[in-house]
T-cell receptor
C-alpha cells in the first residue's frame, strides 16, 4: 500500500521569503510523485512531477522539489514567495509499476498563506 | 484547448433527488476518474474507468454510479442524494492510473 503525509496543514510566509512545503511518502515500489496546486474555487493544476529521472525536479512558477529516497521525502520549495502563490498544495504519490489497486494517492493538503 | 470539462459548476439538491454530473475530455485519455474533495480530507477516489465499457470502484463509491460508453465521457450519477454527499466533485483524466491526472474545474454540490 502507499500513503502520503503532508506535514503541515497551514504554512504562512512573508512575500519575498522562501517557501517550504513538506511531504513524506510510503510506497512498497518505486514511486512517481507529483505536486498539484489549487487556487480558490479552481481545479487542480500540476506543478511538477518526479518519475525516476533527475532527483531535483523543476516545475512551473519557480517551484522545485527534491526526491530523497533515504528520507522518503519530496518537499516543495520556492526561493521567493509571491502573493499569487497563495493556494492549497497537494502532494501525490503513485506506483510506477503495476501490481496494486492504488493509482494516485493524495495528501490532505497544505494551505499556503502569503503575508504582504 | 478544452481539456476536461465538467458541468454544472454549482448545484443544490434536496435529499432524495437524483442527478448526473457530466464530465468530458478531449485528450483521448483512456483513464478517467471521479474524486470528491472535503475540507481536511484531500481528494478521495469515488469511481474510475480504464476505458470505454470498463469501470470500477474507488475508495468511497457508495451512493454513486458511473458508466463509460465513450472514451470522451464519464458521467457520475447520484442515485438518491444525501447531505453527506455535499462536497466538491472533480473529474480527471490521464493516460493511465499511474500517470499525472488532468482535472476539471469542479462541481460544488450542496444537498439540503
Amino acid at each position: 500500500a502507499q500513503s502520503v503525509t503532508q506535514l503541515d496543514s497551514h504554512v504562512s510566509v512573508s512575500e519575498g521569503t522562501p517557501v517550504l512545503l513538506r511531504c513524506n511518502y510510503s510506497s512498497s515500489y518505486s514511486p512517481s510523485l507529483f505536486w498539484y496546486v489549487q487556487h480558490p474555487n479552481k481545479g487542480l493544476q500540476l506543478l511538477l512531477k518526479y518519475t525516476s529521472a533527475a532527483t531535483l525536479v523543476k516545475g512551473i512558477n519557480g517551484f522545485e522539489a527534491e526526491f530523497k529516497k533515504s528520507e522518503t521525502s519530496f518537499h516543495l520549495t520556492k526561493p521567493s514567495a509571491h502573493m499569487s502563490d497563495a493556494a492549497e498544495y497537494f502532494c501525490v504519490v503513485s506506483l510506477i509499476s503495476g501490481g496494486g489497486a492504488d493509482g494516485l494517492t493524495f495528501g490532505k493538503g497544505t494551505h499556503l498563506i502569503i503575508q504582504p | 484547448n478544452a481539456g476536461v470539462t465538467q458541468t454544472p459548476k454549482f448545484q443544490v439538491l434536496k435529499t432524495g433527488q437524483s442527478m448526473t454530473l457530466q464530465c468530458a475530455q478531449d485528450m483521448n485519455h483512456e483513464y478517467m476518474s471521479w474524486y470528491r474533495q472535503d475540507p481536511g480530507m484531500g481528494l478521495r477516489l469515488i469511481h474510475y474507468s480504464v476505458g470505454a465499457g470498463i469501470t470500477d470502484q474507488g475508495e468511497v463509491p457508495n451512493g454513486y454510479n458511473v458508466s463509460r460508453s465513450t472514451t470522451e465521457d464519464f458521467p457520475l450519477r447520484l442515485l438518491s442524494a444525501a447531505p453527506s454527499q455535499t462536497s466538491v466533485y472533480f473529474c480527471a483524466s490521464s493516460y493511465s492510473k499511474f500517470r499525472e491526472a488532468f482535472f476539471g474545474q469542479g462541481t460544488r454540490l450542496t444537498v439540503v
